[in-house]
């Protein structure tokens, strides 16, 4: 009996032991097995990393196919994926980095599982997902830029109120009206030299500075014939900057077209005596004259890299240039030639102007003429100033700026847009403008007003070009 159950014993120690020692069977969650954790495939990189999966015993995990299988790592969504690996086997868990399958067992970083304990993270996908830093185009949003090489054929315009009205003082200005501005923008400021009537009909100018239009309206004025040489009539200017002489001239006009210069458009009472272009009138400028007794009048100058031209009008439908070189600017001007010539004296009437146009090789003329509905500006083109001209917007129903192509934002104060000048990109002798951002400061009137011409109330205005 004392034997039997000996045997007993020994056979049930027996049994223990070798079901103790028998192998384990694999499961999906065994390190050996990368191709079936990783979902097959593969190398560890692969995989599409991602946001499924169960690390550990969890079963949350950022794991994924995080491992050594599946196919790489950069594809699939970039996620988190799941819940972090804290639960179940982290990196250490499981059995300890060094008992069952250490934190480099699987392919810890790439993917694989990560610990021994509880399911590896083999599903989802953790990888670098979407489409990395592709979303949505690059700078395709909004309207093509402007080009700084071409015009508009057709010009609209928005008005600001009237902002310069002439400013008398308690002495001998008494003023009605201000006109045919000439306006830069140099060192911060706007420098605006424009031509004042009093109520006698007398003209002469007046300087003012400004840090925007806006302002305009409230800034000090400087009367010119408080400067030598400026007495008198004198009227109609220019403001602008010779590069190569390191210069700034001022042309105004008197009986003829004449120069003066300083080193600072901002100090007027330092402009020397205006000196003339012309020791007499040209004999083809009396010839055309017409019976208004306006011989030559609004006197313009812009220079190419050659020369220097010099356009004016007569208020009798003719507009002449005459030319000398830039070396030998203010000297030298040959004799004038005829540019155009106007249908009538109303269609060609004053006020030329001639700009470079940005970048584009060309040139821009305007010209005022007088219409059923009030002034306006005419506008052309040309590749060259000694060249010829094409129509670019110069009636009536379609002109460069006009009352049939200008509103208001508030009460409507004028019908004439009359000698302005574009707003420059610059201030040197090339006359340049941006196309793309065209502003044209002009004199307009009150429309009831029953003044002679002489005495018309001229006010300056802003226009903004708006298509």
Partial sequence: MRAEKLFGCLAAVTLTWLLACRPAPRTTGDPGD?????????????????????????GGASGGKSGQGGTAGSGGRTGSGGTTASGGA???????????????????????????????????????????????RIGSGGAAACSATSLASTFT?????????????SGSHNLVAIKDPSVVL????????????????????????????????????????????FTGSRYSPQLFYLAAQKKWYLITQSSGPS????????????WSKPTTFFSSTPSIVTQNAGSGG???????????????????????????????????????????????????ANSLYASARVYKVGSAGKYLLLAEAIGSKGRYMRAWTGTALDGSWTVLADSEANPFAGASNVTFAGTKWTSDFSHGEIVRSGYDETMTINPCNLQYFFQGR??????????????????????
């Fill in 90 to 136: 982290t990196a250490s868990g499981g059995t300890s980095a060094s008992g069952g399958t250490s934190a480099s067992g699987g392919t810890s970083a790439s993917g694989g599982t990560s610990a021994s304990g509880g399911t590896s993270a083999s599903g989802g996908a953790t990888g670098s997902g979407g489409t990395a830093g592709t979303g949505g």
């Fill in 294 to 344: 306006v011989t030559w009048a609004d006197f313009w100058v812009i220079c190419d890299s050659t020369n220097c031209h010099l356009f004016f009008t007569n208020q009798n439908g003719y507009l002449f240039r005459s030319q000398t070189s830039v070396g030998s600017f203010p000297s030298g001007f040959g004799t004038p030639v005829i540019v155009m010539q106007g249908s009538n």
């Fill in 259 to 270: 120069y003066s210069t300083a080193t600072d458009p901002s100090q007027p009472a330092t």
């Fill in 34 to 58: 990368a191709d079936m954790a990783g979902g097959g495939g593969s190398d560890p990189s692969g995989g599409t990393r991602g946001s499924g999966g169960a690390t550990g015993d969890s």
């Fill in 186 to 229: 140099y060192s911060s400021k706007y420098h605006l030299y424009a031509t004042v009537v009093d109520t006698a009909g007398n003209m002469n100018m007046t300087y003012t500075s400004f840090a925007s239009f806006a302002a305009s309206g409230s800034a000090t004025t400087y009367y010119m014939d408080y400067t030598s040489g």
């Fill in 157 to 169: 315009w928005s008005s600001s109120d009237s902002l310069m009205n002439p400013v008398s003082d």
């Fill in 446 to 467: 009150d429309p009831y007003s029953t003044a002679s011409t002489a005495l018309l109330p001229w006010k300056l205005g802003l226009l903004t070009q708006t298509n």
